[in-house]
């Protein structure tokens, strides 16, 4: 097998809102959209992140068509997780959750987009840093 393109795809309850918001903080640009449907990606993202709205006759399996992206966090690992925290407040994101930093030499925030999707960024220590 050879895999040629990856894909994240949410259901949302309001496509416009989450593309906006990717798109305004996080620099994805749009790839591709019609209906119900936006398709956004960065060269460096390694993979498209698509927000489908919730309900679409179009979504298989269509028993959970209805289903939100309740309980997933698209993660983002950064180089300098302290610019990423400062900048998204400049930028009035509310922080979800502030920076933690694991044991295992996590470091990591969370902000959430407009229909609940977590977007975590995280940076990968090698000593730790006070929290």
Do not use: C
Not at 89 to 109: H, K
């Amino acid at each position: 097998m050879e895999i040629t393109a990856s894909a994240i795809s949410l259901n949302v309850d309001d496509v416009t809102a989450s593309a906006t918001f990717i798109k305004q903080h996080f620099d994805f640009k749009e790839e591709m959209s019609a209906e119900g449907f936006v398709s956004l990606s960065r060269p460096d993202a390694g993979f498209n992140l698509i927000f489908l709205q919730t309900g679409l006759k179009s979504f298989k399996p269509a028993h959970l068509r209805g289903h939100r992206a309740d309980g997933l966090l698209v993660v983002f690992v950064v180089d300098d997780i302290d610019r990423e925290y400062t900048r998204l407040q400049s930028e009035g994101v509310t922080i979800t959750t502030p920076i933690e930093t694991e044991p295992w030499g996590e470091r990591f925030f969370q902000v959430t987009d407009p229909n609940g999707v977590v977007l975590q960024l995280v940076q990968w220590i090698t000593e730790q840093v006070a929290s």
